[in-house]
């Protein structure tokens, strides 16, 4: 069930409803925002449920702001309620990601997405969640967003962590070997010192991952 919308907001579109959160496409003061709501979880007891939905909302408001700092773009935030568990942020047009997978310039946006993401890690920012579905692009812009799993970190495990969820989402693509090799071209050309290491750390990750999809066959 939807939570209480802010005040003074009407529904133009539901864009998105998921386990987690619904994303609706509203007007509030003349402007046309996304209003970002975590739904409530009857099988959580109460006083978790909130304490988990005010948490990250409050993080993922506080993240998406930071990132701005290191260049990335992502939404603004106008409005939090962290009890309620809602956003209100700007709305960016645009397609996901995901859904230009199979296009001609895929390529060059995984490119600049390691190029992004190796800002962000730079100033010791963990998405959390970085698969395509969470990246908009607009003309040639990237706008990353859903940072609710995010995290301030510069360890070398969590880069690294942050970067296989994206790898792996790319596994089922025919070209996905070039693809990570883009992605890390462009990561490395802005992550800094730690590059290196966090690339060492993706390998032993994949084969840690190996290790256990053989050990469940058997
Ligand atoms: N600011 C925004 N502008 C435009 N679309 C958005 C925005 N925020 C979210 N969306 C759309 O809603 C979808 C779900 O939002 P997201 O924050 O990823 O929620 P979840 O945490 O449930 O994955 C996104 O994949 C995107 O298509
Ligand atoms: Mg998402």
Redesign the pocket.
């Known amino acids: 069930m939807l939570n209480h919308l802010p005040q003074g907001c009407t529904i133009i579109r539901t864009?998105?409803q998921?386990?987690?959160?619904i994303?609706t496409?509203c007007e509030w003061m003349d402007m046309k925002v996304?209003v970002?709501t975590r739904v409530r979880k009857g099988y959580r007891i109460r006083e978790l449920d909130e304490y988990i939905r005010r948490s990250r909302t409050i993080r993922?408001a506080s993240l998406l702001s930071l990132a701005k700092r290191a260049g990335v773009e992502t939404?603004f935030i106008y409005h939090i309620n962290p009890a309620e568990g809602w956003i209100i942020?700007?709305?960016?047009?645009?397609e996901?990601l995901?859904n230009l997978q199979r296009s001609s310039i895929f390529p060059h946006l995984i490119n600049r997405l390691g190029y992004i993401v190796g800002r962000l890690h730079s100033i010791g920012i963990v998405h959390g969640?970085l698969t395509p579905?969470?990246v908009?692009v607009s003309n040639d812009r990237l706008?990353l967003?859903?940072f609710?799993?995010g995290e301030y970190s510069n360890e070398v495990e969590k880069k690294a962590e942050d970067i296989y969820t994206l790898v792996s989402s790319l596994s089922p693509l025919p070209n996905n070997e070039a693809l990570v090799k883009l992605f890390l071209e462009g990561y490395k050309s802005s992550a800094g010192e730690s590059a290196i290491k966090v690339e060492e750390r993706i390998k032993e990750i994949s084969k840690r991952g190996r290790y256990v999809e053989k050990e469940l066959r058997h």
């Open positions: 864009l998105y998921g386990a987690e959160a994303v496409l996304v970002k993922e939404p942020m700007s709305y960016v047009e645009g996901n995901r969640d579905a969470n908009i706008t967003i859903d609710g799993l």
